[in-house]
């Protein structure tokens, strides 16, 4: 999940949990809103902070993608795979003879 995507996140949660605070604690129009903001806020701050530490904590790796070392081994998986598909179409191909023969040596 993106960092800004997280931070959205919480933020609209800030949100519901601030009006479902609201309605249960105030009494005026004015505290709902205040209630509403400063939820919303602390949980709009809090995703930040959540988000930097992650990004600390990660940490920027510096190696590349091995790309030739996976080319070469799923080549090798290719040759593999054709290597099989040729040796069962060699096998439906003379099946019926294959199978003829053994009927053959056991009359």
């Not at 939820?39 to 030739?68: D, E, M, N, R």
């Not at 081994?73 to 099989?84: A, M, Q, T």
């Not at 096998?91 to 019926?96: E, G, Q, R, T, V």
């Amino acid at each position: 999940m993106r960092g800004s995507n997280f931070v959205a996140f919480l933020t609209v949660q800030g949100f519901i949990a601030g009006i479902v605070f609201g309605v249960l604690q105030s009494d005026s129009a004015e505290d709902f809103l205040i209630y509403v903001l400063l939820i919303s806020t602390f949980f709009y701050l809090f995703a930040h902070l959540c988000v930097g530490f992650y990004f600390q904590t990660l940490g920027v790796k510096a190696h590349s993608f091995p790309k030739h070392s996976h080319e070469r081994s799923l080549d090798g998986y290719v040759r593999e795979i054709n290597r099989r598909e040729q040796f069962i179409d060699a096998y439906y191909a003379n099946k019926d003879e294959l199978l003829s023969g053994d009927e053959r040596r056991k009359a």
